[in-house]
């Protein structure tokens, strides 16, 4: 399972945190004039040396800055979190982000593509267009990243960063749909991962903001990691791993004994004569093995 940690921004922290577990190491490119930062250049190389992934943010839209920081640091993923719709949930111009993933995968087709899609918090925007973004964005995307809508979101322009917690049932629905591994962000913290990843079944889960030092009025501070946190987040990630991988297993078992019990039953029918119970046995047998099938797609990328 992906344990995504964002706004690592020098080799020291990234090798860390990447010894306490962490497979993929998010930085942060903050400005267009000053795309350039050999530490995060540095961080990246680390990264990709120690044989985990690296994923970089650009928090600007311009095109040609954006090519010159992939040609630069060359990641493994470059991640998209523009916001995709207005602040009351409108969606924007969507295929100009199409267009422009698709020609990036052309020209760099080694670095993959990390594509945020929003999700509200429970009960609010409920009609938000979630589900139809991830179509939309698809084929131009490799990963897709469930991170917290919010109106007037903290970095103007994009989505992330908000501390709050995802719709769940919306998350776990995105996860269900989604032919790409999609990772659950949004107000992760070690004290609320392992619930979210049981209920949403996502193949990983990132975290900024809580697992940050705080202040003493207990504000996140940017840029800088709690590896205490790290660690937990880690440890529990790796709980809610280790439990959905014996439920995949189980279910795999069942789908199998379904499908034999199935076998049987047609084998057994008389070439003539099959009785009515006979049939509503045998669809009540499809009807289970359709429904552990659905289970088990959701545990897809787990």
């Known amino acids: 399972m992906?344990?995504?940690?964002?706004?690592?921004?020098?080799?020291?922290?990234?090798?860390?945190?990447?010894?306490?577990?962490?497979?993929?190491?998010g930085s942060v490119v903050l400005r267009?004039?000053?795309?350039?930062?050999?530490?995060?250049?540095?961080?990246?190389?680390?990264?990709q040396k120690s044989g985990v992934e690296s994923s970089l943010?650009?928090?600007?839209?311009?095109?040609?800055?954006?090519?010159?920081?992939?040609?630069?640091?060359r990641p493994n993923f470059i991640h998209f979190c523009d916001s995709l719709t207005d602040n009351e949930g409108n969606l924007a111009d969507v295929e100009k982000y199409v267009s422009f993933q698709s020609a990036l995968k052309k020209e760099f087709p080694?670095?993959?593509i990390i594509r945020s899609i929003p999700?509200?918090?429970?009960?609010?925007?409920?009609?938000?267009?979630?589900?139809?973004l991830a179509r939309m964005l698809h084929d131009s995307s490799d990963i897709f990243l469930i991170d917290t809508w919010v109106r007037n979101a903290p970095e103007e322009g994009f989505i992330g960063i908000t501390g709050e917690l995802a719709d769940e049932k919306m998350a776990r629905r995105l996860?269900?749909?989604s032919s790409h591994p999609v990772i659950l962000a949004g107000g992760l913290s070690p004290q609320n991962v392992y619930g979210a990843l049981m209920?949403?079944?996502?193949?990983?889960?990132?975290?900024?903001?809580?697992?940050?030092?705080?202040?003493?009025?207990?504000?996140?501070?940017?840029?800088?990691?709690?590896?205490?946190?790290?660690?937990?987040?880690?440890?529990?990630?790796?709980?809610?791993?280790?439990?959905l991988a014996e439920e995949k297993e189980r279910l795999t078992k069942k789908l199998e004994k379904?499908?034999?019990?199935?076998?049987?039953?047609?084998?057994?029918?008389?070439?003539?004569?099959?009785?009515?119970?006979?049939?509503?046995?045998?669809?009540?047998?499809?009807?289970e093995i359709d429904a552990v099938e659905k289970e088990l797609a959701i545990h897809a990328f787990v």
């Open 32 to 47: 267009m004039d000053e795309w350039r930062i050999p530490l995060i250049e540095e961080t990246v190389r680390l990264t």
């Open 110 to 112: 080694e670095v993959g």
């Open 175 to 177: 996860v269900s749909e």
């Open 258 to 287: 379904l499908r034999a019990d199935l076998k049987d039953r047609k084998a057994a029918l008389p070439a003539h004569s099959v009785r009515p119970h006979q049939i509503l046995a045998i669809e009540e047998l499809e009807e």
């Open 199 to 243: 209920s949403v079944r996502p193949a990983g889960a990132d975290s900024c903001t809580q697992t940050n030092e705080v202040t003493e009025k207990e504000n996140p501070i940017r840029f800088q990691k709690d590896l205490n946190k790290v660690k937990q987040f880690v440890q529990e990630v790796r709980r809610a791993e280790m439990e």
């Open 2 to 25: 992906i344990v995504q940690i964002y706004e690592i921004q020098t080799p020291q922290e990234a090798e860390r945190c990447i010894e306490l577990g962490v497979n993929h190491i």
């Open 57 to 73: 943010i650009p928090l600007f839209h311009d095109r040609d800055a954006i090519r010159r920081v992939i040609e630069y640091y």
């Open 119 to 132: 999700v509200p918090p429970k009960g609010v925007a409920p009609d938000l267009p979630s589900l139809e």
